[in-house]
């Protein structure tokens, strides 16, 4: 997951599993995911939250639907 502290939806969901799932060992990822992030995970086998709109951008990891009540705001930059 992101770091705690980057997005109060993430902090949320953190929480949730942290107080619900604590069999789950949470790793810390940088506040924004790149490539050596997706790498990683597909390298280690881990799993990784992230948004719908990533669910094509490695070919070696699956989007599985995590379904939660919160939603994460986001949009589009223009210059």
Known sequence: MQARGNSPVNDKIRADIEHNHPEITIADLPHHYDLEAFNLC?????ILLSLDTWSEVHPSLVTIPFQVEDTVPYGILSP
């Open 42 to 46: 597909a390298e280690e086998g881990c």
